[in-house]
């Protein structure tokens, strides 16, 4: 491992094992699944599923660098930052942290990673009735950290002001700032953050990003960020990596993942339906490209196509969409974003026909009668 390497991360397979009580009727949400799996092995009726979700992820993060971790939900984000934080095992392969493996010495691990957690889990940090300052200082002594650590985390995340205001009167926005002053009073080598700012308001989120790029360039930290909102990552992120079903399917700049679409445009097109939505969809699908997205919501179609000549796409869309009846009434050309590109890298991937075991990744599914151990 280099010295500029701050994660490497080696064929990293995640299984998760759930059992099924068969002929059961289990209640979620109350805490019973240990109590039904007792009481399915004395009925004698269960089945395992084996659940992947990282199937042989490798990559590496260097020194200062920001990497998006993208992809759809139940792509395997939440797992590949779980296991790099040393809260998670992986099953197979490996993963080191700063140096440290993340198995033989996941209790190293919080010396070198700080998991910032998002906004739902801020009040598992909290006491809402206790001042801002109060609730940063008591994480710090925590922590055993010093309480300087605490001035400039609310320096750094402008929330100075607010340091004597109860933790309760805080808005949303607020709120975000100060789950990620609790990841900086403990400086670390890598941040990960799992999708930190769901809920916050998009002005709001510029400014948190901001700061997000302010922790890499002058404390020459690592951030992995994961999201599936593609807008965050292409404010934030110098390279990103997009998972699809737990395999990494692109691992590049944001530019560079651009190249994927070069030369193309996109277009929108809102159309109000008078006929069926297949034929119009289809009709126009015939034209692009490459289709990014289709939605059809009551009578209105969206879709989202890729062209090399937006000219002839406009034209020919206009014609076809007032020819059977139907009524537009939206039509854009854009240069391409994040989100288009990652849109073609789906489809590309469902289009090459591998095996896909959407939405669970089931692999296999065992049934049988429980043995007593
Ligand atoms: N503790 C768990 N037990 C069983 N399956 C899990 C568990 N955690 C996650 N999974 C499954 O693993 C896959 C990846 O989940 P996750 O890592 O949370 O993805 P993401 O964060 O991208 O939404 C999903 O199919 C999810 O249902
Ligand atoms: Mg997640």
Redesign the pocket.
């Known amino acids: 491992m280099g010295r500029e390497e701050v994660v490497v991360a080696e064929r990293l397979v995640?299984e998760?094992?759930?059992y099924e009580i068969k002929g059961f009727v289990p209640m979620t949400g109350f805490g019973l699944y240990a109590l039904f799996t007792v009481l399915g092995e004395k009925l004698g009726k269960y089945e395992r599923r084996v659940?992947?979700?990282?199937d042989g992820v490798s990559f590496k993060v260097t020194r200062g660098e920001v990497v998006g971790?993208l992809?759809?939900?139940?792509?395997?984000?939440?797992?590949?930052?779980?296991i790099l934080a040393g809260i998670?095992m992986p099953t197979r392969g490996r993963a080191e942290v700063a140096g440290l493996d993340v198995v033989r010495e996941h209790e190293k691990l919080p010396r070198v990673v700080t998991y910032v957690p998002g906004l739902a889990a801020v009040n598992l940090f909290v006491r809402p009735e206790m001042t801002v300052e109060w609730n940063l200082k008591r994480f710090a002594d925590l922590a055993g950290l010093p309480r300087e650590a605490v001035r400039e985390a609310l320096e750094l995340t402008e929330l100075a002001e607010d340091a004597h205001r109860r933790v309760y009167e805080l808005s949303t926005g607020k709120l975000a700032r100060l789950a990620i002053a609790f990841g900086l009073i403990k400086q670390s080598p890598l941040y990960l953050m799992?999708?930190p700012f769901s809920g916050v308001s998009p002005e709001v989120k510029v400014k948190l990003l901001e700061l997000i790029r302010k922790l890499a360039s002058e404390q020459g930290s690592s951030i992995l960020y994961?999201t599936?909102i593609l807008s965050e990552a292409e404010q934030v992120c110098s390279r990103v990596i997009v998972?699809h079903e737990?395999r990494v399917i692109a691992d590049d700049t944001p530019r560079n993942l651009a190249k994927e679409l070069e030369l193309m445009e996109s277009v929108d097109i809102e159309v109000k339906l008078f006929e069926g939505a297949e034929r119009v969809a289809r009709d126009l699908a015939e034209r692009a490209d490459r289709v990014l997205k289709v939605e059809v919501e009551g009578d209105t179609l969206r879709l989202t196509a890729a062209t090399r000549s937006s000219r002839d796409l406009v034209r020919y869309a206009v014609e076809r969409v007032h020819a059977g009846g139907n009524k537009l009434l939206y039509i854009r050309v854009r240069e391409p974003t994040l989100e288009d590109v990652y849109l073609a890298l789906l489809s590309k991937q469902e289009a090459s026909g591998e095996k896909v075991l959407a939405?669970?990744?089931v692999c296999y599914v065992f049934t049988g009668e429980v043995s007593r151990r």
Do not use: F, M, Q, W
């Open positions: 995640k998760y094992e759930s659940v992947r979700a990282l971790v992809g759809p939900n139940g792509s395997g984000k939440t797992t590949l930052l779980k998670t799992d999708e994961a599936h998972l737990g939405p669970l990744r």
